[in-house]
């Protein structure tokens, strides 16, 4: 048997989409590379590896590329998307190959959204690290007090330095919602969010927030905001973000942890921006 690992790029990118879609058959290839594909401004030429077993795709690996900024510094994130191996091959170290080629970079951080749950022990093996989303589910109700915050459109005005690049980069992404709250001090806080679902009831789950300090206290805003226009009933938000229960929070729910290695890199500098977005949630706009 003889087997090669290559990189994913735009050339080949459709035979890598077709095995994705021999492996879960009820997403098309055309919408796979809709996903994999970055909607952002990204580093380097490959969009992940794909393992060819007798000149045949036997295997992939996806990662989205991008440049964080943590503390100061510009750091490359990779963002794992899938990672599988032809059934048959399973069990000879070929998966294994994958990854730990994937993971080359030793600078880079790198992440995975809700990763498979037989995996997650493999990740964990090469050293990430899990992070626990539980997240608060608020009632979004018009009768909230905005205690002097107000809603404020002018994200390219307010934000600076890597907020401002966080914004443009997913500002004509259809699949995320922006909110900006303007607070009585004059700070300003851009917010991000996806389509989500509890008990069959639509919402809105914050995936990143420019200020996290000012993010509690703008959450009546963001609420009304988010029922207002996008008639979303409900805001999801991680219990990390948010320590104290907020008001008109009704539940509590575990969500399946994002998963992240990096040298130096704390969990609390890990959002979902660059991991979360690049699911299939439905249209915001």
């Known amino acids: 048997m003889s087997h090669e690992i290559i990189p994913i790029t735009t050339d080949n990118l459709d035979k890598a989409c077709k095995f994705l879609h021999g492996v879960v058959p009820n997403i098309a290839p055309e919408d796979w590379k809709k996903s994999v594909v970055p909607h952002w401004p ?163 789950r914050i995936v990143y927030a420019s200020d996290y300090e000012m993010l509690e206290s703008a959450l009546p805003t963001f609420s009304q905001v988010v029922l207002k226009r996008h008639k979303l009933p409900l805001t999801a938000i991680e219990k990390r973000r948010c320590a104290n229960r907020p008001s008109m929070a009704i539940a509590e729910r575990e969500r399946e942890p994002i998963l992240y290695r990096g040298n130096d890199i704390q969990a609390d500098q890990i959002d979902s921006i660059f991991c979360e977005i690049v699911t299939f949630p439905h249209s915001v706009r």
Request: glycine letters at 12%.
């Open 42 to 204: 990204w580093d380097g030429e490959s969009l992940g590896l794909m393992l060819i077993v007798n000149g045949v795709v036997s295997g992939i690996l996806f990662n989205q590329q991008c440049i964080r900024t943590y503390g100061e510094k510009p750091v490359k994130g990779c963002n794992i998307t899938s990672w599988f191996v032809s059934p048959e091959l399973r069990g000879k170290g070929l998966g294994g190959q994958l990854i730990q080629q994937a993971l080359a970079d030793t600078d880079a951080v790198y992440t995975i959204q809700c990763p498979d749950p037989t995996t997650v022990n493999t990740y964990l093996r090469v050293g990430f690290h899990s992070i626990d989303v539980t997240e608060w589910i608020i009632v979004n109700l018009p009768r909230w007090s905005l205690n002097g915050f107000s809603e404020s459109q002018d994200f390219n005005g307010l934000l600076t330095g890597p907020a401002l690049e966080n914004y443009k980069a997913h500002a004509d992404n259809s699949n995320v919602g922006h909110v900006g709250v303007l607070g009585p001090d004059g700070r300003f806080c851009h917010i991000i969010f996806v389509r989500c679902q509890w008990r069959k009831l639509p919402g809105a």
